[in-house]
Nanobody, 116 residues
Framework: QVQLVESGGGLVQSGGSLILSCAASGRFNIIYGMGWYRQVPGKQRELVAD???????DYADSVKGRFSITRDNAKNTIYLRMNSLKPEDTAVYYC??????????WGQGTQVTVSS
């Protein structure tokens, strides 16, 4: 089993910044892919950004140039720095990881609210 602890969500004004973090612990040897997804009520969960163990990243078009995902493999932790936040970024953000057991694990979600 893998446990994920997310932190960093909250309320911010439009144009502001937030940093989310997600730390993984439990029974695994290595974590391959790690990423952040988000979901608003009535819509499907969507990929925000992900990062391979090599450091290769991928971003949703809507956040390119504003968000940055990084990871610390020694700490099994990922970070999502969100700049120039917009009201449409308001969502519950979920951490997702793929360890060496081949199963995806999800965090409990952290609310990000951007006021206009």
């Amino acid at each position: 089993q893998v446990q994920l602890v997310e932190s960093g969500g909250g309320l911010v004004q439009s144009g502001g910044s937030l940093i989310l973090s997600c730390a993984a612990s439990g029974r695994f040897n290595i974590i391959y892919g790690m990423g952040w997804y988000r979901q608003v009520p009535g819509k499907q969960r969507e990929l925000v950004a992900d990062i391979a163990r090599s450091g290769m990243t991928d971003y949703a078009d809507s956040v390119k140039g504003r968000f940055s995902i990084t990871r610390d493999n020694a700490k099994n932790t990922i970070y999502l720095r969100m700049n120039s936040l917009k009201p449409e970024d308001t969502a519950v953000y979920y951490c997702n990881v793929y360890p060496d057991d081949g199963r995806p694990y999800w965090g409990q979600g952290t609310q990000v609210t951007v006021s206009s």
